[in-house]
């Protein structure tokens, strides 16, 4: 039987699997943004299980990198949440590690989200403030065409 999984127990769920503060910062990071385009988009009523989604987008990555988006599934599963929650999650890695085909808006939202919040992640902690407060569209644009910044996968 699946239960709808609040925001206090995703963050338990997140925070038994990942350590790394860059990933749960990362996870932090798209949650808001998904929250963010639920309301943009016009899903409001549906914030709450977009920023869960994002928030739990990598759940797996830290300890099972080679199966991202794979193992995810059955931890999800084990831990009760509806197959829409875990279709959702899953469908980010589409083309990587998985044949789950974002579908819905908001699974193709978090496939854009989770890689532009890391690209721009990754580039505000290379400069000297370590923010993205100062940070800005030119210094992204120019990092990402360095071949050495995006040969990291």
Same mark, same amino acid.
């Given at each position: 039987?699946?239960?709808?999984?609040?925001?206090?127990?995703?963050?338990? =769920?997140?925070?038994?699997?990942?350590?790394?503060?860059?990933? =749960?910062?990362?996870?932090?990071?798209?949650?808001?943004?998904?929250?963010?385009?639920?309301?943009?988009?016009g899903?409001? #009523?549906?914030? *709450?299980?977009?920023? &869960?989604?994002?928030?739990?987008? *990598?759940? *797996?990555?830290?300890?099972?990198? *080679?199966?991202?988006?794979?193992?995810?599934?059955?931890?999800?599963? #084990?831990?009760?949440? #509806?197959?829409?929650? &875990?279709?959702?999650?899953?469908?980010h $890695?589409?083309? !990587?590690?998985?044949?789950?085909? %974002?579908?819905h808006?908001?699974?193709?939202?978090?496939?854009?989200?989770?890689? !532009?919040? $890391?690209? &721009?992640?990754?580039?505000?902690?290379?400069? %000297?403030?370590?923010?993205?407060? #100062?940070?800005?569209?030119?210094?992204?644009?120019?990092?990402?065409?360095?071949?050495?910044?995006?040969?990291?996968?």
């Amino acid at each position: 039987m699946s239960k709808k999984i609040t925001r206090e127990a995703a963050w338990e =769920l997140l925070c038994q699997w990942n350590k790394e503060p860059f990933h =749960l910062r990362h996870a932090v990071t798209v949650e808001g943004v998904m929250r963010y385009f639920a309301k943009e988009l016009g899903y409001t #009523d549906e914030e *709450d299980f977009w920023g &869960i989604v994002g928030l739990l987008h *990598d759940l *797996d990555f830290e300890k099972y990198p *080679d199966a991202h988006c794979v193992k995810v599934q059955e931890i999800l599963r #084990d831990f009760g949440a #509806d197959e829409r929650l &875990i279709h959702a999650v899953a469908s980010h $890695g589409y083309g !990587l590690t998985v044949d789950i085909q %974002p579908e819905h808006e908001m699974e193709k939202v978090l496939y854009a989200v989770d890689e !532009l919040t $890391g690209l &721009i992640g990754a580039v505000a902690i290379m400069r %000297p403030s370590k923010s993205v407060s #100062d940070l800005e569209l030119k210094s992204v644009k120019k990092k990402y065409k360095t071949a050495n910044f995006t040969d990291v996968r």
